[in-house]
Every structure is written in structure tokens, then in C-alpha cells.
């Protein structure tokens, strides 16, 4: 058995080759480049994301010359576009999950909030889904009847396969989806002017969905899809988080923490998203959702501002010496949902220099995590260990300044594509009805542990001072 597993991200899009004992036989990787401006505005054009998943997928298939028994696809979750039901083109740009452009159309329906969050588990924010149909719909008035406007791993599957579909993980995040039921719910589309009938058809995490038949990839001809699920609680099922209180963070473009609390819904009191984890022939999961929007993308800015030269200089950065970082360059997402916030540094004096500065925003980012932990615990949730996974967690000092803050081991995840891993190993469980979550259990194990050094007092009075180094970037007009 081999299965392709294609992880179609923000920066990118991943594919890795696996055999039948989950080891990587071959990886591709094609990189894409989000448009940000200052309205708002983040967007990419669909045509290069479904070049970027041909370039990946063919860097697997050249020169290979084994079986490939499924597919499997996971997406960057929130990141939206219209296009054409009869012909496939695509209508306008791909609005990102970061795209804050929705946010007085949220403002707006705030007196929906309370229900909203009831069904869904989601608090009205440009982040999600529906937000951005509205918007999409009228800054494009003129669509086409023949067009849909949906999520990308819709667009993506059908270029695929042809099937109009999107699993239940992914439209757990659109603010149309009763946690409940697992299902559209017009009351919940009223508000957003949107018809369900219009929605793509919800499938499961571990379903067949169809068989490839794009006539860009000839040699994948009537393989199966066999697995699609929205990327963060990929990265939950490759981490094995699968019992109550069990946590990663994945350290990508954003932050994004994930608590699993097992087959229970819990509506946060203290500011977080609940969402659907998977819905999969053995299991239905949910999990408390934090996210942290700017985590490698503040590594980009300092790069592209000569803070830092290489990522290898951010293990080599002096302490922070009072400097103080919250780096919400693309607002604040929970638990205070403020896409109006920006970063702010504070704490420079006339010893400090640009080192100190890049020092401060590293620390930020851990800071920015540590809330969200702290928001879970007042959820009642008890988390004793951090699992993370992606390309920032290869910093030994951001992960200290992780454990240390938490006050938690941070267990760094093995593999460098925890996502992809995640949707392969459910299109396994597809195509191998005896494979359990029990014997995927089995592969997990970390390649690091962090433990705290900092006292508990240490945490608290850092914290404290970096959420009063927040609060200016919320002091402003909403």
C-alpha cells in the first residue's frame, strides 16, 4: 500500500510518497506567495494553487515507478473563491483565512452572536467562512449563475476528481454548520444571505470520495481520493491527540492550538473557536481552537527588514533584555477577536538594538500560545503536555520560551509534515477498514522534549507584562 498525501497550505503546497509502514518514500514541494495590503486584503490566484499541487504531485511521480493505492488532501481551512460549477474556471481571487476585508460586515450581525456561537462554536470574525462569501458576493456582483463560491478544498477536488464535495472538519469552520447535527443549517446561512442548496455535499474524514480523473495527471487516472480534511486537525491526528486534553500547536504561517475534548460539544467561555476534529467510521471528535495569526509570517518580516539575515540566526539572538513583543501584525484572532489589532513593541531603551527586537517578537510568539493555554485551563480543559509540529518548532529557542511559559513539556512531533501525515494516515484508514486509530497510535513518538526551566513565577510576571504590551495594540477605535 502507498498513498499520496497532498497538504495545500497558505506558503505552499506539500506532498509526500509513503509505503505501507508510513515512511516517506519521496516528497515534493512547490512554494506560493500570498498578496497582503494594508486595507486587509490577503489573496492568491486559485490558477497558481492548482499549478502548485501539479508541481508538487509531479515531483513525486517522476521517476517513481510504484502503485499508488490512494490519495489523500488536506487544505488551508478558511481561504474562499468563486467559480464556475459547469466549466471549473475560476472567477476571482482566492480570499486567504487571513483576509480581514468581512470584518464590518461582522460587526454588523454582532446581534446573531450568541447563537451563532451556540450552533457553531465559532464567534462571528473574518477568519471564517461566511463572512467572505458575503464580502465575495458583493465586491463581484456580476458572477455567473453557474458559479459557486466555496472553500478551496472544493475547487481542489473537483479539478481532481469532479465530485462537489467538502468534509465535515473543513465546513465546521465556515459559521453555516451545526455542530450537532454534522449538516448546513439555513437559520444560519439567513444571516450571511446564503442558500444551503447551494453548498457543496458533506462527507466524512475516512470516505472515498471519488477517483482522479484530471486530465493533467494521466498517471493517477481512476486512483481513489480517499481522505480530505482541513489542515490543523490533520495535524491533531498525526500528533495522535485523540482523547480528551490532549494538545498540539502547529508553528506555520499562524499558531494554531488545538485541545481535543473527545466527543462532547464544549462552547468556550473564554474566547475560543470549537469545532469539528473528524467525523470517521470509529470516532467523533472536537476540539477548542486558539489561534495565533502571525508565527513564521513574523519571521518573513524580520527577514524582509534585515532583523535577522537567516533562520538559523534565531537560535543564535541575545535575550530580549526587556524588550517586549505582542506581534499581531494581522490582528488578534481568540480569544479576543480583534482582526483591528497590530503589533507592538515596547521596552526599547538606547541599549537595545535590532537583535533585541527580533529577540522580543520570537519570545512574542510563545507568549501568544501561552494565552491560549491559559484560556483552555479556564475552560475547564486540562492540558499537562504540548505537542508541536512545523518549521518553527526546529528552534530550540522558541520552544524553550514555549515550555517555559506554559509551564508544560513541549513534545516536538517527528515529522516535518505533520498535516500531510494527519490525511494520510485517515485515506489508510479508508482503503483498510481493520486499520485503528490504535495502531496509528503506535508510530507516535517526540523527537525533542522541552522542559521548563522558568519558575511558575517567572511565567506569570512575563505574561503579565506581555499582555499589557497587548492591550496597546487594542488601544484604538474599533
Not at 518553527?392 to 517555559?404: I, N, R, V, W, Y
Request: hydrophobic content about 45%; aromatic content about 8%.
Amino acid at each position: 500500500m502507498s498513498i499520496l498525501a497532498i497538504d495545500q497550505g497558505t506558503s505552499g503546497t506539500k506532498a509526500i510518497l509513503l509505503d505501507e509502514n508510513f515512511v516517506v518514500i519521496k516528497k515534493g514541494y512547490a512554494p506560493l506567495d500570498t498578496e497582503h495590503n494594508q486595507s486587509g486584503a490577503a489573496q492568491i490566484s486559485a490558477d497558481l494553487i492548482w499549478q502548485s499541487v501539479l508541481d508538487a504531485i509531479g515531483q513525486i511521480l517522476t521517476g517513481a515507478n510504484q502503485k499508488i493505492d490512494a490519495i489523500a488532501l488536506a487544505n488551508q481551512g478558511e481561504s474562499i473563491l468563486a467559480w464556475d460549477k459547469d466549466t471549473g474556471q475560476v472567477l476571482t481571487p482566492v480570499i486567504i483565512w487571513q483576509d480581514s476585508r468581512s470584518a464590518s460586515l461582522c460587526e454588523s450581525r454582532k446581534e446573531h452572536s450568541e447563537f451563532v456561537l451556540s450552533k457553531t462554536g465559532l464567534t462571528i470574525d473574518p477568519y471564517f467562512v461566511a463572512p467572505k462569501i458575503t464580502w465575495l458576493k458583493q465586491n463581484y456582483p456580476l458572477l455567473p449563475k453557474s458559479a459557486v463560491i466555496t472553500t478551496t478544498d472544493t475547487y481542489l477536488i473537483y479539478k481532481l476528481t469532479g465530485e462537489f464535495v467538502t468534509d465535515k472538519a473543513t465546513a465546521s469552520r465556515s459559521l453555516l454548520f451545526d455542530l450537532e447535527s454534522l449538516s448546513w443549517q439555513q437559520q444560519l446561512a439567513d444571516i450571511w444571505g446564503i442558500d444551503i442548496s447551494t453548498l457543496p455535499k458533506l462527507v466524512d474524514n475516512d470516505q472515498i470520495i471519488g477517483q482522479v480523473n484530471a486530465k493533467e495527471l494521466p498517471a493517477l487516472k481512476a486512483t481513489p481520493l480517499a481522505a480530505a480534511i482541513v489542515d490543523q486537525p490533520a495535524a491533531l491526528f498525526a500528533q495522535n491527540c485523540f482523547t480528551l486534553g490532549q494538545a498540539k500547536c502547529t508553528f506555520g504561517t499562524g499558531a494554531f492550538l488545538l485541545t481535543n475534548i473527545s466527543d462532547q460539544i464544549k462552547i468556550s467561555k473564554n474566547g475560543l473557536a470549537t469545532s469539528l476534529a473528524w467525523q470517521i467510521k470509529q470516532s467523533t471528535n472536537y476540539y477548542l481552537d486558539g489561534q495565533v495569526f502571525t508565527a513564521a509570517s513574523c519571521v518573513d518580516w524580520l527577514l524582509e527588514n534585515k532583523f535577522i539575515n537567516n533562520l538559523s540566526e534565531i537560535d543564535q539572538l541575545p535575550d530580549a533584555n526587556g524588550v517586549i513583543a505582542c506581534p499581531s501584525f494581522a490582528g488578534i484572532g481568540a480569544p479576543l477577536w480583534r482582526p483591528d489589532a497590530t503589533a507592538s513593541i515596547m521596552g526599547l531603551g538606547l541599549n537595545h538594538n535590532k537583535s533585541h527586537i527580533a529577540s522580543a517578537i520570537i519570545d512574542g510568539i510563545a507568549a501568544a500560545v501561552a494565552d491560549l493555554l491559559s484560556a483552555v485551563k479556564s475552560d475547564g480543559v486540562a492540558i499537562t503536555t504540548l505537542r508541536v509540529d512545523g518549521g518553527l518548532t526546529q528552534s530550540a529557542k522558541l520552544m524553550q520560551m514555549q515550555a517555559d511559559l506554559a509551564q508544560i513539556p513541549v513534545e516536538q512531533y517527528a515529522h516535518p509534515d505533520a498535516t500531510a501525515m494527519g490525511v494520510a494516515y485517515l485515506a489508510a484508514m479508508a482503503i483498510n477498514p481493520k486499520l485503528s486509530i490504535a495502531d496509528i497510535g503506535k508510530k507516535w513518538q517526540p523527537a525533542k522534549v522541552y522542559l521548563p526551566k522558568w519558575s511558575q513565577d517567572q511565567s506569570h510576571n512575563y505574561l503579565s507584562r506581555w499582555r499589557s504590551v497587548q492591550r496597546v495594540s487594542l488601544d484604538r477605535e474599533k
